[in-house]
């Protein structure tokens, strides 16, 4: 039932440039039980099998190397859906601002403010970052790592993934277009 969600909304990912590689994952509620989130090392748009991991109990080997943070927000907030990219305007902007006020129409209306956290990757100092945020908004870019964004299906994780990349290259275009 999963999978071809996650291959539809990965391949939207890759389309649009957010991911590269086989980096980023996804995950989906199931009820109180758990979630289901792709394999460690799969690509996002050719989704070989998802993995369950139950809010409390054993995590699985082959989950992905970011189930903590996905578990995190799943146990502290009421999101359904989360997605995590790689945006490469996003993860720059991130590098160098703390704090992103998108100055584009949908930035201001559907996120007027995007969090940068700090964590390493697959830590548990990111998932209480991310999970943090997220309890109260549905988007946090990663400083150097990319986006977290969540919802209550992986359509509307997906759009605020793709959100914050849009803010973060009219920003960045925007620069360019400034004198001196």
């Known amino acids: 039932m999963y999978s071809r969600e996650f291959e539809r909304i990965g391949k939207r990912l890759f389309a649009e440039h957010l991911v590269g590689g086989n980096f980023g994952n996804m995950s989906a509620r199931e009820d109180n039980k758990g979630f289901h ?18 809010f409390e109990g054993t995590v699985p080997k082959n989950a992905s190397s970011e189930y903590r943070v996905h578990l995190a ?26 704090k992103i006020i998108p ?5 201001k209306m559907f996120c007027p403010e ?10 548990q100092e990111i998932a209480d ?5 997220l309890s109260q908004s549905k988007l946090v870019i ?5 986006t977290f964004a969540a919802g209550k299906n992986l ?3 997906y759009q605020f993934t793709s959100l914050a990349e849009h803010s973060c290259r009219v920003l960045a275009l925007k620069k360019n277009f400034l004198p001196g």
């Not at 100055?103 to 930035?107: A, T, W």
């Not at 990663?142 to 990319?146: A, E, T």
């Open 129 to 133: 970052n991310v999970a943090a945020v």
């Open 155 to 157: 359509d509307e994780a």
């Open 142 to 146: 990663v400083r150097g790592h990319g």
């Open 103 to 107: 100055e584009d129409s949908e930035g």
């Open 73 to 98: 927000v799943y146990k502290n907030s009421p999101h359904s859906a989360i997605v995590h990219a790689h945006p490469q305007a996003a993860i720059a902007a991130s590098l160098v601002i703390d």
């Open 114 to 123: 995007i969090p940068v956290v700090d964590g390493a990757p697959g830590s």
């Open 37 to 54: 989130i792709k394999q460690t090392g799969d690509y996002l748009d050719a989704v070989s099998g998802l993995v369950f991991v139950p």
